[in-house]
């Protein structure tokens, strides 16, 4: 299957298209190495600095993802990105990623994003180490291993 980057984009998660973000679901056994869309929607709504935004590929709906940066030392993250279980394993998961990191440096105007990942989560830990991000050796409050990129 062969797409064009520019066939992947966001927008942002509103009354018109949270129902159908609420479905995205995850392949079984995958449930653990992520939070699901209802918890990063109720999160995104008490914490105000994460933004929460659908992916899509021409104009349907194929995953979620969430960003954020916080701090005096403007630490920004991309926390969250989930693609539907229908849509894994071809290439969108990537192609979102690389878009959303030239998204969150220039409107955050940083040089370093960083991410989390359960350990367990093999494909998502090789990809980013695909991709540049780096293991800094720590782990978030959950555990999860702490990724850095850096532009």
Not at 71 to 89: M, S, V
Not at 133 to 143: A, H, L, Q, T, V
Request: aromatic fraction near 14%; include cysteine; charged fraction near 25%.
């Amino acid at each position: 299957m062969y797409f064009s980057v520019r066939d992947v984009y966001f927008r942002n998660i509103t009354t018109s298209n949270e129902s159908v973000a609420r479905k995205i679901t995850l392949k079984s056994g995958q449930e653990g190495f992520i939070e699901s869309v209802d918890d990063c929607l109720e999160e995104a709504t008490t914490y105000k600095g994460w933004h929460p935004v659908a992916i899509y590929h021409n104009e349907e709906m194929i995953g979620f993802a969430m960003y954020g940066s916080f701090g005096p030392n403007k630490d920004t993250w991309i926390d969250r990105i989930i693609i539907d279980e229908k849509y894994q394993g071809k290439g969108y998961g990537r192609i979102a990623m690389k878009k959303l990191i030239g998204i969150v440096s220039k409107k955050f105007e940083v040089t370093d994003i960083y991410l989390s990942i359960v350990e367990e989560n093999r494909i998502a830990y090789n990809l980013y180490k695909s991709m540049g991000f780096k293991y800094i050796n720590e782990r978030d409050p959950n555990g999860e291993l702490i990724f850095k990129y850096s532009i």
